[in-house]
Structure formats: structure tokens, C-alpha cells
């Protein structure tokens, strides 16, 4: 079992900047992909970004050039770095661990975009 808690959201003017950070339990973090949705009201659960286990990285066309992911397997966390933020970037951001054929998943943080 994986406990995920994500922190860092808020309120942040267009063109703002935001790091998530999502923190995980137990000992087993470096052998898990690890990922961020996000979910706007209305809308279906998006992939945002992907860490692998080997550190190779993937992002929705969205958010490609925006957006940052990285993970310090030292200290069992994954962060999202996201610069020049716009109001369609407003939802719940959400971690997630994969592997093993499991997912494991965080209460989620807002993230609002607005002026």
C-alpha cells in the first residue's frame, strides 16, 4: 500500500508559476511510474506528465513546454513544476503511483488560475 499527499496548490494570476509536490509512503517509491492528472469540473480525468522508473518523461500536448516533472527518489517524492500558467489550467491535480499492475492515488490539490 502507497499513501499519497500532494501539497503546493493555490491561487495564481495568469502567466504565474506553481510547484506541486507530492510525498509517498513506504520504501518501495523508486520502483513506481509516477504521474499527475488533473481534473477541471465537468471534464474527464486528464494525464498531465509521467516520470518513469528509469527518470524518462512524457507530457500532454497541453502542457508541453510549460510544465516540468521530476522525482527525487531519496526522498520518496515527484514534483510538478508549472510556469506560465493560463485559466485552462484551473482543476484538481492529482498524483498517482504506478506499478505492479496497481495505482495508487492522492486526495488531490487545487490548482486555480485566475486574475
Known amino acids: 500500500q502507497v499513501q499519497l499527499v500532494e501539497s503546493g496548490g493555490g491561487l495564481v494570476q495568469p502567466g504565474g508559476s506553481l510547484r506541486l509536490s507530492c510525498a509517498a509512503s513506504g520504501s518501495l517509491f523508486r520502483f513506481y511510474n509516477m504521474n499527475w492528472y488533473r481534473q477541471a469540473p465537468g471534464k474527464q480525468r486528464e494525464l498531465v506528465a509521467t516520470?518513469?522508473?528509469?527518470?524518462?518523461?512524457n507530457y500532454a500536448d497541453s502542457v508541453k513546454g510549460r510544465f516540468t516533472i521530476s522525482r527525487d527518489n531519496a526522498k520518496n517524492t515527484v514534483s510538478l513544476q508549472m510556469d506560465s500558467l493560463k485559466p485552462e489550467d484551473t482543476a484538481v491535480y492529482i498524483c498517482c503511483a504506478e506499478g505492479g499492475l496497481r495505482a495508487y492515488w492522492g486526495q488531490g490539490t487545487q490548482v486555480t488560475v485566475s486574475s
Open positions: 516520470i518513469t522508473i528509469g527518470h524518462s518523461t
